[in-house]
Structures are given as C-alpha cells and as structure tokens.
C-alpha cells in the first residue's frame, strides 16, 4: 500500500483512498438517493413516496443549490436516457390514445429519469458506496423475507397476496424473482470488494441463496429465464478467453440441470410446453403463455400498422381495443394504461420500429458507458443490463410498477459506482513536491 491509494485484488495500483468510507456527514442530496436505492426492494408505496422526494429534492438541487462538481461519468447513458423520455413525450402530439390514458403512460416511463438524476446526483465513489450499500440490505432484507415465508414464519410486513402460497414479500413472485436473480449476479461480481474479513465468502453465500431461491422456492418462469441467463455469463466470465464460446450451450446445459433437480423449474417448463402447444392448436387462449403470445402477435400487427411513427403514448389499450373489434364485434375492451407484456413491443407500438431502435440503443448506452468501468461495476452492471434485455422478451419490465423502478436505480447505482473518480487525497503541505 501506498500513501495515496492501494493495491486493488487484480494487484494493480488503484485510486482508491486507503478509507474507503471516512467519517463525514451525509448530506441531504446523498440522504435522498440512499432512500431511494434502498426503496425498490420494498413496497410500492413506499417506492412511490421515495420517487417524488426524489424528483422534487432533484429539482431543487439542480435549481437552487450550487453546483458541486460532479465526478461521476456515464453521460451517454443520460443522454440515451433522456431522449427516450423526451421521444414518448414528444409522441403526445399524435398520439390516438385518450389523454389521461396517455399522461399516465408518460408517468410510467417517468422512472428512466431516476437512472438520469443518480448518476447527476452522486458526486463520488464514496458516495455511490454508500448508495449501492442501502439498496444491497434492502436486496437482502427482501431475499431472507422471502425465505422466511417459505419456512412458514408469518412476516407483518409482508403484504403481497403471494406471500403465504408463492413466497413473494411485497409484489409478484414473477418481480421478486426477476430481481433475486439480478441481486445474485450483483453479490457475485463484486464479492472481492465486500468489506471485513469475511465479506467475499458472505457475498458468496448470498449469491448461492438468492439462486436456490429464485429456482427452489419461486415460481416464476421470467426470473428462472434470467437467473439461467446471468449464471451462463458468470461462468463464461470465469472461464479462459479461448474457452468463453462455450456459452452458447451453457443456458441449455444449466437449465437441462435445474430440470432434473427442481421441481419449480421441471413445472413451470413443462406448462410452458403445454401452454405453447394448446395456443397452436387454438383451443386454449386463456393460458399465461397463450394470451403473451396472443398479445405479441397483435402488438406486431400494430406496429406493422405504424411503422415509422407508432400510434403514440399510451395507445396499446386503445389500438389492441380497435383491432380485436375488427375481428370480433362482440370484444370487451381492456382497461387503459395497458400493455403486451413485451417492453420491445409496447416501445414499438407507441413510437414504430424507430422506437424498438431507440431502446436498444438506450441499452447500448448504458452498456458502452459500463466498459469504461473497472472490472467488477462493469461485470454487474453489464449482467443488470442482461437481465433487463432478458426479462424485456416477456414483460413489459420498464413500463411495469416496481420492477421497472428496480432496474432504473440499480442500473443507475452500478454505473454511478462504477464510473465515479474518487478524487485523491489531500497530502500535508510539506509532503508535496515543489517545483523544480
């Protein structure tokens, strides 16, 4: 160790300052983002409540106070990120969907910004420490509730309606899988820089629990498909560069595995199947993968319908309500604010196929700004990007409540940790150099 940083676990110097956390007081500005990071791992109130401290303490930071410097990097994910919610605002002109169905929209897609105003809030590694640290414990908080309900102890905190039969805390056992799966990969990538003595080996056996959770005791077939996902890039990230194509069978062995030895995966894959199969035949269309696939098919329509502008903000409801009616007269329409249950499609419907570019794109943003990280933020900022991309083939994870706020702010942590200088310690007068 040297006096103005350490040698980090890859044995290369690091910047880092020799404290990783000094004593100092937290402000206000860094109070608020810790409060939010540590809200998505819990209810939905409490998340909302938690969003709009956040804007509105934003909106005064950025107004009145002075601007401090800013040592937090990642603009081409901001600006990504702003031009995707500028895009669905701008669609308000010809949108066709009813006004308070389409500002309702609007609101939804509102959560992007809180990726946008962590990394404009956070000034400091440091700081994104001790971000990143509140949204862990909540993480944890939520994985050993989970536990806890499978082993049959009443939790009072639990208020989800699957709290007693699917072990999920606050919302579905389809979100708390999605983000169990998220939390382990996190726990893993960065388990070299966990504190104390003991703290990889915890963060290891954290990983290991939020895993056996997600495909022991959750039921969920998006968050099986994601945990598979990111285990098959924790390995090929573990394996010798000349060996890493061999992930391209990895998902299948993993998953051919988890088929023999977990009765949650072995059901729900096999009522995919089934589900699957009755759709082609067309006799059942009431099936959890039926009516996705169903919905998918007419949001393609849709799309192919108003390819280069889309039918605006807001226009799933309102479009899938006129197509069903052109082919059955007798359809009763679906509740506003809806959507295919399919992020690529629904950004497809409102904006065209200028739209699925414009969330890729953002996507790439986010993944070009995580290589200019170190290693372990870049490795789990880049397997949260991955189980976006993923859980986006089956739900609408951004659009949706809760799930989409989880993945804003903590792809937002990862990067604002990841991308941050922690400035250099100020050395005594009589220790620097002077001129020559």
Not at 391 to 415: E, K, P, R
Request: proline share 4%.
């Amino acid at each position: 160790m040297n006096r103005r940083g350490i040698i980090d676990n890859a044995g290369c110097p690091s910047s880092e300052p020799a404290t990783i956390l000094p004593n100092k007081i937290i402000n206000f500005r860094l109070a608020v983002v810790c409060v939010i990071a540590a809200s998505v791992g819990l209810s939905m109130a409490i998340i909302s409540i938690s969003k709009l401290l956040l804007f509105l303490c934003a909106l005064a930071i950025l107004v009145f106070a002075a601007r401090g410097e800013n040592s937090v990097e990642g603009k081409r994910s901001i600006i990504a990120v702003l031009v995707s919610f500028a895009a669905f605002a701008l669609s308000l002109i010809w949108t066709v969907a009813p006004q308070a169905e389409a500002l309702g929209s609007l609101a939804k897609y509102g959560k992007l910004l809180l990726l946008a105003l962590i990394l404009m809030l956070i000034r400091s590694r440091i700081e994104a420490i001790y971000a990143l640290g509140a949204f862990l414990t909540a993480q944890l908080f939520l994985l050993l509730s989970s536990w806890m309900l499978f082993l049959q102890i009443p939790l009072p905190w639990a208020t989800s309606n699957m709290a007693r039969t699917e072990y999920a805390v606050f919302s579905s056992y389809l979100d708390q899988g999605v983000m169990s799966a998220v939390f382990a990969a996190i726990c893993w990538h960065l388990r070299l820089l966990a504190p104390g003595r003991f703290g990889k080996q915890i963060a290891v056996f954290v990983a290991l629990i939020a895993l056996c959770n997600v495909f022991f005791v959750l039921s969920g077939r998006s968050g099986h498909v994601v945990a598979i996902a990111l285990l098959s890039l924790a390995i090929m990230w573990e394996l010798p560069r000349k060996y890493r194509a061999v992930v391209v069978f990895l998902p299948f062995l993993i998953a051919l595995g988890l088929f023999f030895s977990s009765t949650k995966v072995r059901e729900r894959l096999t009522l995919v199947v089934k589900e699957v199969q009755s759709y082609s035949a067309e006799t059942v269309s009431t099936t959890s993968s039926g009516l996705r696939l169903g919905l998918w098919r007419s949001a393609v329509q849709i799309v192919a319908q108003n390819p280069l502008s889309g039918a605006g903000i807001g226009s799933w409801s309102t479009q899938y309500n006129r197509l069903q009616k052109m082919q059955n007269p007798s359809h009763v329409d679906i509740a506003g604010n809806g959507n295919p249950h399919q992020e690529y499609l629904q950004w497809g419907v409102q904006l065209g196929i200028p739209g699925i570019i414009l969330l890729v794109a953002m996507m790439c943003a986010i993944l070009w700004d995580s290589l200019q990280a170190e290693k372990a933020y870049a490795r789990a900022t880049q397997s949260a990007l991955t189980g976006l991309a993923v859980a986006c083939f089956f739900n609408s994870t951004i659009y949706d409540a809760l799930i989409g706020d989880f993945f804003c702010v903590c792809i937002g942590l990862l990067l604002a940790a990841g991308l941050s200088r922690t400035p250099e310690p100020v050395l005594p007068a009589e220790t620097r150099s002077s001129p020559a």
